[in-house]
């Protein structure tokens, strides 16, 4: 990315990606900041299902956690980092239990009928340009604890994450297995100080 002739532009933009431990850096190139989500979503404060927490943070102070970058993951046809969690749907046998079927609908595209009239199909539903596609409607709704009752008990849920979370383990000191946001924020402002805006 040439970030030069980005600032040149005149408008704010912020870096994303692992980016956590160069605000000072995205500051000095002209950001207006970074953006910051892997290191936040596995904190105490955030909604992702606490025994889903507890088992990638045991991963990642073990350094065993397994990310891996799923082109076929994501129905609307973007690839997807996924969390490697044997209870998920990163785990092919999870993968191939669950039904096919879209009833939260998030993502469905409508489409022109046989008898004319319109319907509505989701990309993850039991058609064939759709192997290896996941219900992320369900899947990211149980990430956060609010999985469906299914037939085989409870939506699976799918974990995604940045490649920061391989660093996620400089925030679990002295054995724990938790840590806050103000740990996230205290580490990405380190001893940076933020410049005050410019005048409008």
Known sequence: VNLAAIRNLGLPFWLA???ADRLKEALSL?????QVGTAF?????????????????AQC??????????????????PFKVVDEPTTVSNPAVYEQRERKCDLGYLRQ???????????????????DAEGRK????????????GQLITEGIEPAIITAGDALHDLHRFLTD?????????????????TEIPEPSPA
């Open 17 to 19: 990606g692992s980016s």
């Open 41 to 57: 979503a596995f904190c105490e404060e955030s909604g992702l299902a606490p025994a889903y927490k507890r088992s990638v943070l």
């Open 61 to 78: 102070a073990n350094g065993e956690i397994s990310l891996r970058t799923d082109s076929r993951a994501s129905p609307t046809g973007m």
């Open 175 to 191: 054995g724990k297995l938790s840590y806050q946001a103000t740990d996230v924020l205290r580490f990405i402002m380190g001893e």
């Open 135 to 146: 219900c992320l409607c369900n899947g990211l709704a149980a990430t956060i604890g609010l």
């Open 30 to 34: 002209g950001a207006a900041g970074v």
């Open 110 to 128: 409508p489409y022109q009928k046989p008898d004319g009239g319109v319907g509505f199909r989701c990309p993850a539903e039991p058609v064939e």
